[in-house]
């Protein structure tokens, strides 16, 4: 196997883990603000609030990854060295 066919797989390796963990992130927080809404219906506003500004937080972190699979994917350091 080459340089480049490494650099596809740790994009492809960077990209997945990243989406799985941001979809098991969101789905545990989405199971506990439905928790938390039942126990207390009148706190239900602010805690959306809170659920969606971390759902952001935890795409964002996601697709910082993407940005640094893309970087690698097509502006590869790796390559030009050999």
Known sequence: MTDVSFVALAC?????????GACIGIAL??????????RQPELMNTLQTKM????????????????IA?????ANPFVAAV
């Open 12 to 20: 492809g390796l960077i990209i997945g883990l990243g989406a799985i």
């Open 70 to 74: 893309m970087l690698f994917a097509f």
């Open 29 to 38: 927080m989405g199971g506990k603000y439905l928790e938390a809404s039942a």
């Open 52 to 67: 969606f500004l971390l759902a952001g937080l935890i795409d964002a972190a996601f697709l910082i990854g993407v940005g």
